[in-house]
């Protein structure tokens, strides 16, 4: 399955509406052409889907408990914590809505995850053309 494919089926199953779709479709969008991150299943399909759900949740006036506090300790001391949040404020840009803080420690979580994945799959690229 792919990124796409999620979303249809998301939207299929009526857990995303088109609004919805076309905001991730902006974010996805966003991170290849700022920050030349491709999005794919491997690598961001928990973010995506949470980010999606989490759309839904602000949509409908749902609220989620907030990450608890020892675990955004941990998330804040990331080397890539900065890099997340500005990230994250790059999405409420690119969507044009605020995204509450309950929602925001989840987001930054999956954000921390995707930063962490791809700088470890550059070091593993840049050890794979050292070695050759």
């Known amino acids: 399955m792919n990124l796409m494919t999620r979303l249809v089926i998301l939207k299929d199953a009526g857990q995303i509406d088109q609004n919805i779709h076309g905001d991730i479709i902006k974010i996805i969008d966003m991170f290849d052409e700022k920050y030349n991150i491709k999005l794919t299943e491997e690598n961001a399909s ?10 839904k949740r602000i949509k409908i006036g749902e609220t989620v408990n907030p ?9 804040r001391a990331d ?54």
Do not use: R
């Open 46 to 55: 928990m973010l995506i889907t949470h980010l999606a759900i989490s759309f």
């Open 67 to 75: 990450i608890e506090e020892i675990m955004y300790e941990e998330i």
């Open 79 to 132: 080397k890539n914590y900065k890099k997340a949040e500005a990230i994250f404020k790059d999405i409420e840009v690119t969507i044009g809505k605020s995204i509450n803080d309950n929602e925001k420690g989840f987001i930054i979580m999956h954000l921390c995850s995707l930063l962490h994945n791809e700088d470890t799959d550059k070091n593993t690229d840049e050890n794979i053309i050292k070695d050759v």
